[in-house]
Nanobody, 115 residues
Framework: QVQLVESGGGLVQAGGSLRLSCAAS????????MAWHRQAPGKQRELVAR???????NYADSVKGRFTISGDNAKNTVNLQMNSLKHEDTAVYYC?????????WGQGTQVTVSS
């Protein structure tokens, strides 16, 4: 079992920045993959970024060059630095952790970007 708690969401103007954090209940070095997903109203949940246990990362094309995912093993947290935010980034952002075949989700944090 892995409990995940997100923080850092809020309201920001277009062009601004936010930093999301996901605190895990266990050592993230032992977690295969940690990721951020988002779901906008009326749309399906989509992958934003993920980081594997070896440190490699992947990003959705829509956020490449603007978002950065990073892990802090000492604090068991995964962060998502979001820069140059756009109105279309507005969504509930969810942290996810995959351990072998099991996937765990956080409760989500709202990010609203005003245009």
């Amino acid at each position: 079992q892995v409990q995940l708690v997100e923080s850092g969401g809020g309201l920001v103007q277009a062009g601004g920045s936010l930093r999301l954090s996901c605190a895990a209940s266990r050592n993230i070095a032992a977690i295969n993959t940690m990721a951020w997903h988002r779901q906008a109203p009326g749309k399906q949940r989509e992958l934003v970024a993920r980081i594997m246990s070896g440190g490699s990362t992947n990003y959705a094309d829509s956020v490449k060059g603007r978002f950065t995912i990073s892990g802090d093993n000492a604090k068991n947290t995964v962060n998502l630095q979001m820069n140059s935010l756009k109105h279309e980034d507005t969504a509930v952002y969810y942290c996810a952790a995959r351990v072998r075949k099991d996937v765990y989700w956080g409760q989500g944090t709202q990010v609203t970007v005003s245009s």
